[in-house]
């Protein structure tokens, strides 16, 4: 009886946030035809999804960063794509962290990294996006910008922040998100470092791959890649590696191939 009731209570208070809040229809309706027509889902579809990212916009700060000033229209279509991998699986898979940070452009990170022999290097990077564990995800526009695939058609740099957030939940990332109850952790390893161990032979050897052969770098970036590419081109990522489709179907609670086919 009390969980019935807090359930209620729940439902009563997400839905005024909805009516104070919801994306504006003629600002949603931009977002659908700039950002989201590549996904071909459903008007049922759709619908959760504006409510799914206008919640989103309420919970987490957007800000510019190096002169960047982010607008409405960006706002929106961040938490769009953000959304679109948990469109099935609610908004808690983002609690804990607060803040998007969007540069204009490409931007610079100082890291240190530990050699063979145990020697600590500092190195710089040039990122287009990057996630940080309790921290911010960071966004370079250029890169995240509908319409700019930096890595190819299958690319698509908020999904694949965001994908690295769902990887942490389970502390540092490493290819292994919190799995669902229904889900074999055994087959998912397997599955997994079977495709990754592929990738890698495949890019030692110079051939032409499905996936981004940035995914060879590591576990963690492998995950993000797939989830990319599990979006943007589902019909090449089952056809290359249908058992790791089918976990990734299993872990989203989605099938974008079949909605490429309806």
């Known amino acids: 009886m009390i969980m019935n009731w807090l359930r209620r209570l729940q439902r009563w208070r997400i839905q005024r ?54 607008d409405d229209e960006q706002r929106a279509l961040i938490a769009a794509q953000a959304c679109l991998l948990i469109l099935n699986l609610g908004l808690d898979w983002y609690e804990g962290w607060q803040e998007i940070i969007v ?17 600590v290097h500092e190195q710089r990077a040039v990122l ?3 996630a940080w564990g309790r921290g911010p995800v960071i966004l370079a526009w250029d890169d995240a910008r509908p319409g700019s695939h930096p890595h190819g058609q299958g690319s698509n740099v908020i999904l694949h922040e965001f994908a690295h957030k769902l990887d942490m939940l389970n502390g540092k990332a490493n290819g292994m998100p919190p ?6 952790r055994q087959a998912w390893t397997q599955v997994f470092s079977r495709a990754f161990e592929q990738l890698q032979a495949r890019v030692q050897r110079h051939h032409r791959t499905c996936i981004d052969p940035y995914g060879a770098e590591n576990p963690a970036e492998f995950f993000a890649v797939v989830s990319e590419e599990f979006f943007m081109v589902p019909d090449c990522l089952h056809r290359d590696q249908p058992a790791l489709y089918g976990q990734l179907q299993r872990f989203y609670h989605q099938d974008p191939l079949q909605r490429l086919t309806k």
């Open 17 to 70: 946030q909805l009516r104070r809040h919801r994306i504006p229809l003629v600002l949603w309706e931009q977002v659908v035809v700039t950002a989201l027509t590549h996904f071909h889902l459903s008007h049922q579809e759709l619908h959760r999804l504006r409510e799914l990212a206008s919640l989103f916009l309420q919970e987490k700060t957007i800000t510019g960063a190096g002169g960047h000033e982010v």
């Open 128 to 130: 287009g996006g990057e």
């Open 103 to 119: 540069y204009p452009g490409s931007f610079v990170v100082q890291r240190e990294e530990q050699d063979e022999l145990g020697l």
């Open 179 to 184: 799995l669902h109850k229904d889900m074999d």
